[in-house]
């Protein structure tokens, strides 16, 4: 990083922060009713009892998330849409514990969803081993055998990781086929987490900006 004075970083950060939040407060809302069921898939990343209710990365602000999410998956079954859940599971030898702590390990409660949302079921249930979901070789089958999903409602956590790495990778995946693709998330059914310098609220608001200018709509919520 090429070194700058500080107190010019920070002033104008702060106003570049400013600007962010009043977007971020000004978002508009969307009806589930107003986009093509059929056409349309509702995705919920990581909403697993390691990152909501127990183990080394637990987040009280995850658990929060349930209410919301299991409201919407019971409207997306009134119309018909498609349900993805992507659960992190990992080995052992996961190179992600490098940076993280051990989490969400094959065969444990972790890696479960939660029990909330596996009482609605109905979803296409697809175990990750990256932090960056769209790269299983389950989800890559799901997106040849249903062509005509160019509609996709992405929830979860976390915000600035595993939401925001999907998302991106999803659009431009579209964007690379020259394909028309909405993939929107809703400000209220995202969260990540609390943890030293990772400010959740900072966290997210860099995220959803950054999610914002990759072509993502991101929404206030999905009613």
Not at 102 to 117: P, R
Request: charged share 25%; aromatic share 8%.
């Amino acid at each position: 990083m090429r070194m700058i004075n500080k107190n010019e970083f920070l002033k104008r950060s702060v106003k570049t922060l400013e600007e962010i939040y009043d977007m971020l407060a000004k978002l508009p809302g969307i009806r589930l009713k107003d986009l093509q069921g059929k056409q349309t898939a509702i995705v919920i990343i990581d909403m697993v009892n390691g990152f909501a209710r127990e183990g080394a990365l637990r987040s009280p602000r995850v658990e929060g998330l349930i209410p919301e999410i299991a409201g919407l998956l019971k409207a997306c079954d009134e119309l018909k849409v498609a349900k993805l859940a992507f659960a992190d599971c990992h080995t052992k030898a996961s190179p992600e514990f490098d940076a993280y702590p051990a989490h969400c390990m094959a065969g444990t409660s972790e890696g479960e969803i939660v029990d909330e949302l596996k009482e609605i079921g109905g979803y296409t249930l697809i175990p990750k081993n990256s932090t960056n979901g769209f790269l299983e070789e389950k989800f890559q089958k799901w997106l040849k055998e249903n062509e005509h999903i160019n509609t996709f409602i992405v929830t979860g956590d976390c915000t600035d990781i595993c939401i925001q790495q999907f998302a991106i990778t999803l659009k431009t995946w579209f964007n690379m086929q020259d394909k028309k693709a909405r993939v929107i998330v809703p400000v209220n059914a995202v969260e990540t987490y609390d943890l030293g310098l990772h400010d959740g609220d900072l966290m997210n608001a860099a995220a959803l900006y950054n999610m914002m200018i990759n072509g993502i709509e991101v929404v206030e919520g999905v009613k």
